[in-house]
């Protein structure tokens, strides 16, 4: 079975930092892989995905990831992080099988944007 | 507005009361499925179901039971609630099982005396 990694648990950053949030996957198959965000008391809401083509995806909010597929890795990236990006950051892949629309999720980081 | 949603959002209960939450999404959804979220361990999948009256299980399906007897809807029932059940319930919901793109509800927070 799949199993998604993301190694930083907390995440402190001043307002204008940049931030990379680090998110490994096993499986060595095809996959998709999304990252979603959590705001405090709100549902998840989907970032940006990633299916197949260009490595490099833009999501919203300025967000963006890039798949390597040789490390097994879909890192999440924002050059300069706003006050209003302190959530929950989720990682999770899928594995297009028959067996359901099932996402991997790893354990979140919490990131938090200070002013 | 296309969404999913749960109630009620927050529930207290005992041990063995059975309770249930509704999830009912207005997509016309063929695809929906619940998770629990704990702290230090993510979101894992407790059911799923790819279209009315087909249901199965999920990683973590162990004292919850579930039913899809119209399109809309998916509740999940706790027939004798316990409290390793305390927990933040997510609804989810897709066009189908081929989309990856899940639609997540604003969450259930249980907690089981």
């Known amino acids: 079975a799949q199993s998604v990694s993301q190694h930083n648990h907390h995440v402190i950053l001043s307002e204008a930092a940049s931030l990379e949030l680090g998110c490994n996957y096993s499986?060595?198959?095809?996959?998709?892989l999304f990252w979603y965000v959590q705001y405090p008391g709100q549902h998840l809401q989907l970032l940006l995905k990633y299916f197949s083509g260009d490595p490099l995806v833009k999501g919203i909010k300025g967000f963006e990831a890039e798949f390597i597929k040789s490390k097994f890795s879909f890192n999440l990236r924002k050059p300069s992080v706003q006050w209003s990006d302190t959530a929950e950051y989720f990682c999770?892949?899928?594995?297009?099988?028959?067996?359901?629309?099932?996402?991997?999720f790893g354990t979140g980081t919490q990131l938090k944007v200070e002013l | 507005e296309a969404q999913v949603t749960q109630n009620p959002r927050y529930l207290i209960t005992v041990t063995g009361k059975k309770l249930t939450v509704t999830c009912s999404q207005n997509?016309?959804?063929?695809?929906m499925s619940w998770y629990r979220q704990d702290p230090g361990l993510g979101l894992r999948q407790i059911y799923y179901?790819?279209?009315?009256?087909?249901?199965d299980k999920g990683d973590v399906p162990e004292g919850y039971k579930v039913s899809r007897k119209e399109k809309r809807n998916f509740p999940l029932i706790l027939e004798s609630p316990s409290p390793n059940q305390t927990s933040l319930y997510f609804c989810?919901?897709?066009?189908?099982?081929?989309?990856?793109?899940?639609?997540f509800g604003p969450g259930t927070r249980l907690t089981v005396t």
């Open positions: 179901s790819m279209n009315v009256e087909v249901t």
């Open positions: 999770a892949v899928n594995v297009p099988s028959g067996g359901g629309n099932k996402l991997t």
């Open positions: 989810a919901s897709s066009s189908n099982w081929l989309s990856y793109e899940q639609y």
């Open positions: 997509m016309n959804h063929e695809y």
């Open positions: 499986y060595g198959g095809t996959v998709n």
